[in-house]
């Protein structure tokens, strides 16, 4: 008899799959330009929207509180001038821990940067490095500056890396009475070098967004404006040094945790080269190619300590890259790229757009040179190429993490609790954790985004090679009011993409937005090119002010 044939579920599947490629091929090209350019179009209208109500919320309704403008001289030093006058007798260390005691007393009421204390334990380092100096030979004297060149320094330090004896948290409430029992090893170094650890700043949950707040500190706030961002998620730190509550900080860098918090608070923040500075210590640990997108760096106010402070927690490796050695500036390849262009990511403002082209144009005026406009298309691929360069499987979900590897979180049920008030995580924290394990793209499309990442990072060094500076936008805009992140959350993609391109960048402050806000730019470079980047970090300083005190 006759047999009916039913197709199967797969057979449908094969088919549709089969039907959408033809249509997808035999579409015109000019089809698929159209629609992306009424999708940007239309993303630019609504970054404008978010800009304008948060603009117009804050104009009728709030009102800007700054730090006020630091007073004491020996908070106005750096920290290598700190440390000659320690050696030379000409200031104590105890003068100034206490110094930038009262400061930090007096701003993180406003700030909140600061969310745990070392002031006894630093007051009474500081009477022993005085009295090391006090009973010290002129040989001796000498050696300190080469063995210990930040005796009686004070330094500080973000709340994910382990100071022994004081808590380390990265902003997750399971972890709030927890204390390190060894000193991660870039906080080694830093002590072994004589610098004093005077507190710890805080940071978002697990690290990983780029507003500072949490549920067991709360949340910072910028130093200009305190109704703005610090960034994340060194945010505290950057925050403090640009408060003038510290002199020279430690951050971290994944996706620009570094770099946004400088740029915010007009400081200078440097994520160097992979496998330079050790990242043992650092907490949560990463495995995978997120080694290579993570970093840690110096943050601090004065260009001249960014040489020192990157031989100190370098070590050897750092050593090796000949910080010191003069460079030829007037050689220097300059080129210049001005933005990201992606639906979800916002365009330069206009601050930011002349803020890149007045170091272009500082840059060529002193070394009589031509800048040359650059234009990466793979680069405007920036989100994409970060979030699979984080993949990673073997990574602890991040709902264990949000659990202290005790279990996990049910993120789910806690966004419910938030929703009431009753959850102890916050809301960007729960959002990763719902969407964590859940792949954006198929693996064949993924495939394809690490080849072209990988390729654009073969562009970069073949075009900036040993002796070429890349200047991009440090962000889309000056920092923006609190919450306004979670509406435009692929903003740091200008910060993101050179984590995921693995290469050395430093942050550069270029002075006061219309607003009394910081802005700045990102200088960037071919690996081990720290000596070129840091160079030209002290030009631009140079010509625009560098850190600038708050303006009321």
Known sequence: GSQS??????????????MISFLLSSTPRWVFTFLFELNFLISRCYFATVNAAFTVYHALFTRRVCVPPPTDDLLQISASQAARMIRDKEISSLELISAYIRRIEEVNPIINAVVQDNFTDAKDKARAADKEVDEATPEQIAQMEKDRPLLGVPFTIKDCMEVEGL?????????????????????????????????????PEVCMWWETVNTIYGRSNNPYDNRRITGGSSGGEAALVAAAGSLIGVGSDIGGSIRMPAFFNGVFGLKPTPGVIPLDGHLPPVSGYRTEMLRIGPICRYAADLPLLFKVMGGEAAQALRIDEPIAMGKLRVFYMEGLRHPLVESPSSEMSYALKRA??????????????VDFPLAHQAMDFFLTSMENKEQ???????????????????????MVGKSVH????????????????????KKKLLYKRDRLIRQMKDLLGDDGVLIFPSFSNPAPFHNQPLMTPFNFGYTGLFNALALP????????????????????????????????????????????????
């Not at 029992?181 to 170094?189: G, L, P, S």
């Not at 272009?360 to 406009?373: F, G, Q």
């Open 396 to 418: 602890p979900a991040f709902n264990e993490i949000l659990a202290d590897y005790n279990g996990s979180v049910n993120c789910l049920t806690e966004m419910a609790r938030f």
């Open 167 to 203: 808590k380390c948290t990265y902003g997750v409430h399971h972890r709030k009475d927890t204390v390190a029992e060894k000193n991660a090893v870039v906080v080694q170094r830093m002590l072994e070098s004589g610098a004093i650890c005077l507190c710890i700043t805080n940071v």
């Open 360 to 373: 272009v144009r500082y840059m060529e005026m002193k070394y009589d040179l031509a800048a040359v406009r």
């Open 505 to 552: 960048v430093v942050q550069c402050p270029m002075g006061l937005s219309g607003a009394g806000t910081p802005l700045g730019v990102q200088v960037v470079g071919a690996h081990k090119s720290e000596r070129n980047l840091i160079a030209i970090a002290k030009d631009l300083e140079e010509g625009f002010g560098g850190w600038h005190k708050t303006t009321y």
């Open 5 to 18: 044939i039913h197709p199967s579920v797969s057979d449908w599947v094969f088919l549709s799959l089969t």
């Open 426 to 445: 916050t809301f960007p924290a729960l959002l990763v954790g719902l969407v964590d394990g859940v792949d954006p793209y198929p693996e064949e499309y």
